[in-house]
T-cell receptor, first 113, second 113 residues
Framework: KAGVTQTPRYLIKTRGQQVTLSCSPI?????VSWYQQTPGQGLQFLFE???????NKGNFPGRFSGRQFSNSRSEMNVSTLELGDSALYLC????????????FGPGTRLTVL | AQSVTQPDIHITVSEGASLELRCNYS??????LFWYVQSPGQGLQLLLK??????LVQGIKGFEAEFKRSQSSFNLRKPSVHWSDAAEYFC???????????FGKGTRLHILP
């Protein structure tokens, strides 16, 4: 079974621009979660989508948004990029049922200049 | 509030030596507990998980962890490390009252030849 895939793997943007990251979960998984990973803050939860609905949200500004499609693929968008948004963005998929076991993709490394 | 602490930011051991990575948590009931490993440039991979039952859990790559309720700990162990074990290790606990899994800050493991 194919794992979680994320595209692109690397991205360089400038301040003020916007960016869209994509995540394809494991086949059959209906839940997709997004995390931001930085050296200073560690892994921080952004949001979770389950069956096209946002089920949970972390403490990030409204510039961070996401959506999930009917095939469970998910996109994450960051508008008006700031230098502090430079990070590794990880996507994790799960069945969404009790157990909470998540399978992570390789991440998208975003650099904001 | 629920929390997870990994007291050691960095750990260095010699190849072939035994390893123990510490994880302490704060949780009102019996939590779900996880250990993940992240190699450079990669996403997180699940090593093992504890939900209930036997408090000694076996995982992949020769790792094991022991749930100790009295000490609120879930330490990760390996009897003999290999150079390929050099990575960052994350302990996670949940779900919290927002139904999220909380990750520790991670412990970076260095292996001496």
């Amino acid at each position: 079974k194919a794992g979680v895939t994320q595209t692109p793997r690397y991205l360089i943007k400038t301040r003020g621009q916007q960016v869209t990251l994509s995540c394809s979960p494991i086949s059959g998984h209906r839940s997709v979660s997004w995390y931001q990973q930085t050296p200073g803050q560690g892994l921080q939860f952004l949001f979770e989508y389950f069956s096209e609905t946002q089920r949970n949200k972390g403490n990030f500004p409204g510039r961070f948004s996401g959506r999930q499609f009917s095939n469970s693929r998910s996109e994450m968008n960051v508008s008006t990029l700031e230098l502090g948004d430079s990070a590794l963005y990880l996507c994790a998929s799960s069945t969404g049922l009790a157990g909470y076991e998540q399978f992570f993709g390789p991440g998208t490394r975003l650099t904001v200049l | 509030a629920q929390s997870v602490t990994q007291p050691d930011i960095h750990i260095t051991v010699s190849e072939g030596a035994s390893l123990e990575l510490r994880c302490n948590y704060s949780y009102g009931a019996t939590p779900y507990l996880f250990w993940y490993v992240q190699s450079p440039g990669q996403g997180l991979q699940l090593l093992l998980k504890y939900f209930s039952g036997d408090t000694l859990v076996q995982g992949i790559k020769g790792f094991e962890a022991e749930f100790k309720r009295s000490q609120s700990s879930f330490n990760l162990r390996k009897p003999s490390v290999h150079w390929s074990d050099a990575a960052e290790y994350f302990c996670a606990v949940g779900p919290n009252r927002d139904d999220k899994i909380i990750f520790g800050k991670g412990t970076r493991l260095h292996i001496l030849p």
